[in-house]
């Protein structure tokens, strides 16, 4: 018996770290509407030996861009929030806590100024969160992680 117990518990453990810095929900290729609720939850990096700080959510709404390359047209979409999730040693007491729904941002009204907006229907969006930790080895600054995952905005058909 304990021959089968040490490799099951090595695939446990793999499988705690490949659920590191991921996205649970929404589920890739969800269909959210405008001013829909949605079920939000992010896997943070934190563990033993791993501080994980705050995240940031973001919608790209337009391509998901391939480099951080300085532009004044990065890309287009929406900004969620910076939360926190607790964490001990790094970040035991965060005020920042994430809610476990978002709502979806109605992109054919108007964000106020000199915006406007503009209906869309079945658009491939990203859902995107960056993630602030450290690790015991040394680094100049804190380490990102990036995680994504694809929605359909405003899909009208299946």
């Not at 791993?50 to 973001?58: H, L």
């Not at 964490?87 to 729904?101: E, S």
Request: with cysteine; aromatic share 16%; proline share 9%.
């Amino acid at each position: 018996m304990r021959f089968f117990t040490l490799p099951l518990l090595a695939l446990a453990g793999l499988a705690a770290a490949q659920n590191k810095a991921t996205i649970s929900l929404p589920q890739a290729g969800a269909s959210i509407a405008p001013g829909e609720v949605f079920d939000f939850q992010y896997n943070t990096m934190a563990d033993y030996g791993i501080s994980s700080y705050n995240f940031t959510v973001w919608l790209f709404t337009s391509e998901f861009p391939s480099s951080f390359a300085p532009t004044q047209n990065f890309a287009d979409g929406h900004f969620f929030g910076r939360y926190a999730l607790p964490n001990y040693p790094g970040n035991p007491y965060p005020t920042n806590l994430p809610p476990p729904t978002l709502t979806m941002p109605n992109f054919d009204k108007s964000p106020g100024g000199f915006g406007a907006g503009l209906a869309e229907a079945n658009q491939n969006c990203t859902l995107v969160v960056m993630e602030e930790y450290a690790t015991g080895v040394g680094s100049f600054g804190l380490r990102f992680a990036l995680a994504a995952t694809s929605i359909i905005y405003n899909a009208t058909s299946a």
